[in-house]
Every structure is written in structure tokens, then in C-alpha cells.
């Protein structure tokens, strides 16, 4: 069976190391990565999602934060701190550092963001196949109110700086509209069995890998069941900030709304079905009068049992939809 996941970093990370427990050798999977988060610092190639999915799959993860490198020391940060290098706000770990650094000079060298992960990834053996969802530079800006003006920042400065502690008014993704489709991305969703959608920021997670061209089409397209898992919980983000970024795109912060917003296959959007929390049961029927097979489930992923337990509840799901189809 191949499995495709289109993923963010720490829930979708969670997520995927719950269905490689559930699925072990039965199942070739291949994560497509959000990098609309990634960034430049210090002359250094940032990619937050990528590297946590990267981390988390091949050990390397901080447990306790579920970000950044594990036994992690902070030297190369306070010695940038000392000379009063910008910006402060967002900090590289020792260890992180050197990953940023072999990703950095292989970039410059002229090799592609895919080649560079599928090279990181020799070291991490994450058990699945890494893919970047385009080469191309595309960043995530928030539009924010700064004295009096309203003004774009980058995603990693909303979320970082400002911990999404001030009204978001708009969501931008700069370079999206020239990016293209890594190799391999839109062969994995239409090559697959099954393609999931795990419990990651519909906006800025996954938002952007559905808004590089051909993505969506071939969800549409595609032979494989489409299942998504609700972000949302009881009205709010189980981590982050995806109600203040719904409700700047006048989303509803629901587990309805995020599935409504995703469509159903059947009215022109990009899944098949939809998993809710077993508290946002009263949400199923405006799910399923949308076009949605819509099931509810235990959605926290409180240890390693509950987030393989809701993989296989997302397979059966998917079971369920390719039968009906």
C-alpha cells in the first residue's frame, strides 16, 4: 500500500510517526512538507517543518518542546546575542546549526531543496520518503497592525516574535503563485492508495502545499481516498494559532468549518472524509450534507497508543470511503 501525507511539522510529525507504528512494513509512505515557514537567518537556509518531520521520524526530536534538536546546547545563540546580531527573536541551536549549514552550502551549490532533504534524510532514515512541496522560494507573511499602518511580517516573526498575541487581518503567501510542484509530489498523491490529511494548521501548514499549482487537481483527480483529521478542537487549535488565522480569513474556528473550507471531492474541493473530535459530534451532519464522510473520533494525540489508534481510525475511514466509491 502506498500512503501519501501532506503535512506541517509538529502535529503532522505526531501524526505520521503514529501511522508508521500502524501500518510498520505494510505501507510504502511518502510525506509531502510544508516550506512556506521556512526562512533565511544568518545567512542560513530555515526549514522548521521539514526539519521536525525530519527529526521526530529519525529520533533526533526534542521530546518535550516536539521542536528543534534533542540534548540541544545554545553557544553559537548567545555568542550572535553578544555581538548584537538581529534578529534575537528566533534562535538556532548548536546542533540544529549544523543542519542548516549542510543544507545552506549544498543550495548554494546549485542543488535543489529535494535533492538537499532526500541528503539530510541518508543520516535521519526517517522510514518515509521526504519531499519538500516545491523548490521554489514561497513565504508565509501575516498582515498585522504596527502604529497605526497594517503591515506584512513573516510567519515565523507573527508566531516567534509575537506569539500571534496581536489580530492577524490577512494570510500572503509570497512566491506561491510561480512555484511549482517538487519531483515526486504530484506523483505521490496520484500513484497513492491513500492520501491523508493530518491534524495540521489548515492555513499555514497545509494551505500552502494545496496552493502550489497542481496540487489540488490532483487530489481532485486522484484514484486514492482523501481523509483529513480536524485541527480544531471544542472551537480552538489543539496547538498554534490556526483560530486567529481562520477567523483573518473569516473562517469559522470549527472542526465544520476547517472541513467545509477543505470541500468535498464531489463539489469541486479536495477530500473525501473528515475526522472530528468525539466532542464536535453535533458538527457531523452539516459535514455530511457538504458532500463529506464524516466520522467522530478521539483526535488527542496524547501519547504514542492514542496517535496510532487515530491513524488507523483515518485508514478505516479511508476504507470505508473507497468501498462506498
Known amino acids: 500500500m ?10 503532522g ?4 510517526r503514529g501511522l508508521l507504528d500502524e501500518v510498520g512494513d505494510e505501507a510504502e509512505v511518502t510525506v509531502v512538507g510544508n516550506t512556506a515557514d521556512d526562512l533565511w537567518l ?3 537556509k530555515v526549514c522548521p517543518d521539514l526539519d521536525t518531520l525530519m527529526y521526530t521520524l529519525g529520533g533526533g526530536i526534542d521530546e518535550e518542546r516536539r521542536w528543534g534538536r534533542s540534548d540541544e546546547t545554545w553557544s553559537v545563540k ?18 540544529d546549526v549544523a543542519t542548516h549549514l549542510v543544507r545552506t552550502q549544498m543550495l548554494q551549490a546549485g542543488y535543489p531543496l529535494s535533492d538537499v532533504t532526500r541528503a539530510l534524510c541518508v543520516r ?20 498585522v497592525e504596527n502604529e497605526g499602518q497594517r503591515r506584512a511580517i513573516h510567519f515565523q ?35 497513492a492508495d491513500v492520501v491523508l490529511v493530518p491534524p495540521s494548521n489548515p492555513v499555514v501548514s497545509v494551505g500552502p502545499i494545496l496552493a502550489v499549482a497542481g496540487v489540488s487537481d490532483a487530489l481532485r483527480t486522484t484514484r486514492a481516498p482523501v481523509i483529513g483529521i480536524s485541527p480544531i478542537i471544542a472551537g480552538g487549535a489543539v496547538r498554534g494559532m490556526a483560530d486567529q488565522l481562520l477567523t483573518a480569513l473569516g473562517v469559522g474556528v470549527s472542526a465544520g468549518a476547517v472541513g467545509v473550507r477543505y ?14 473530535d468525539t466532542g464536535d459530534a453535533d458538527q457531523l451532519g452539516p459535514l455530511e450534507e457538504a458532500g463529506l464522510v464524516a466520522r467522530a473520533v478521539p483526535l488527542y494525540m496524547s ?15 479511508a476504507r470505508e470511503v473507497g468501498v462506498a466509491r
Open 124 to 143: 535521519w532514515q526517517p522510514g518515509v520518503t521526504l519531499l519538500p512541496m516545491t523548490d521554489d522560494r514561497v513565504e508565509t507573511h501575516v498582515v
Open 78 to 95: 548567545e555568542e550572535l546575542a553578544a555581538y548584537g546580531a538581529q534578529p534575537t527573536w528566533f534562535g538556532l541551536g548548536d546542533r
Open 42 to 44: 544568518f545567512g542560513l
Open 303 to 317: 501519547d504514542a497508543e492514542t496517535t496510532r489508534t487515530l491513524a488507523a481510525d483515518a485508514l478505516a475511514l
Open 157 to 191: 516573526e507573527y508566531w516567534v516574535r509575537l506569539r500571534a498575541a496581536v489580530p492577524a487581518h490577512d494570510v500572503v503567501m509570497i512566491g506561491i503563485e510561480e512555484a511549482k510542484p517538487a519531483p515526486g509530489v504530484i506523483e505521490a498523491v496520484m500513484d
Open 2 to 11: 502506498m500512503i501519501t501525507v501532506l503535512s506541517g511539522g509538529i502535529g
Open 263 to 276: 470541500g468535498a471531492r464531489k463539489t469541486g474541493g479536495v477530500l473525501d472524509g473528515w475526522l472530528v
Open 13 to 16: 510529525a505526531a501524526f505520521v
